[in-house]
């Protein structure tokens, strides 16, 4: 089979069922599961669908509460990744006051911290060991433990945020969109990301491409209110004078 039918398979696949998953699509067009993650993230390319894992969404936008592990995300979309964490990690100042947010995109950030006198706050266990390490001045959170993304949350971490004044926050998401903006599944992590964007001068949402278009549970804040930077975003995003394309 062509290349270019099983495109128009795929996608006349997700107009019907608005989201498909890399083993369906194998047993469909009996082909590898290699060709099939080729072919998705081609199309993701085009600006035809939103890669996610495990398959594809349609670009009409679909609700999840699903979040993949740590482990799992920090398999998807690497290098987009890194790229977006390097430059954001460039905008950081020696004066700055930093909220870094629990994730694996500001997670790589830290790759590219060397040497700074900037000071930073911390919900991630493991962002705040990796800055100690490092020589950089930083404060973890108190609070519980989330086990599936390794983020403190709760009452005590949103007490904590209250005192803080940030010269600049950066920030993970699960879904970009105009109507619902900055979207998470986990209702006790979307109040920590609100309360301390709310607390930020200037605050940045790191989101590859694929980001754009989907929806998690809960909003944690509108879309006009944070930076965005990206690698990559859809034409109907083109115009969205809060977008960094790098």
Do not use: W
Not at 7 to 31: G, H, N, P
Not at 99 to 105: E, H, K, R, S, Y
Not at 130 to 141: N, P, R
């Amino acid at each position: 089979m062509l290349t270019e039918q099983r495109y128009e398979i795929i996608l006349r696949l997700l107009a019907e069922k608005k989201s498909v998953t890399v083993t369906e699509l194998k047993e469909l067009l009996d082909t590898s599961e290699s060709t099939i993650r080729r072919d998705i993230t081609a199309l993701d390319k085009m600006g035809k669908l939103t890669r996610v894992f495990g398959g594809a969404v349609s670009l009409e936008n679909v609700v999840s509460a699903y979040e993949p592990t740590v482990e799992q995300k920090s398999d998807l979309n690497t290098e987009e990744k890194k790229k977006i964490a390097r430059y954001a990690a460039g905008l950081i100042r020696s004066a700055d006051f930093v909220f870094l947010d629990a994730g694996t995109t500001t997670g790589f950030m830290l790759d590219y911290l060397e040497h700074t006198k900037a000071s930073f706050v911390t919900n991630a266990v493991s962002h705040a060991r990796i800055l100690a390490q490092k020589g950089i001045h930083v404060s973890l959170l108190g609070g519980e433990l989330e086990g599936s993304t390794e983020a403190v949350v709760g009452s005590q971490a949103m007490q904590m945020l209250q005192m803080y004044h940030f010269t600049k926050g950066f920030f993970g998401t699960n879904g970009i969109t105009h109507k619902e903006g900055f979207t998470t599944p986990d209702t006790n992590e979307a109040l920590v990301k609100r309360t301390a964007m709310e607390h930020c001068r200037t605050a940045y949402v790191l989101g590859d491409g694929s980001k754009f278009g989907q929806i998690s549970s809960v909003t944690f804040r509108p879309f006009k209110e944070a930076e965005v930077i990206t690698d990559r975003c859809p034409k109907d995003y083109k115009e969205c004078k809060n977008i960094i394309v790098i």
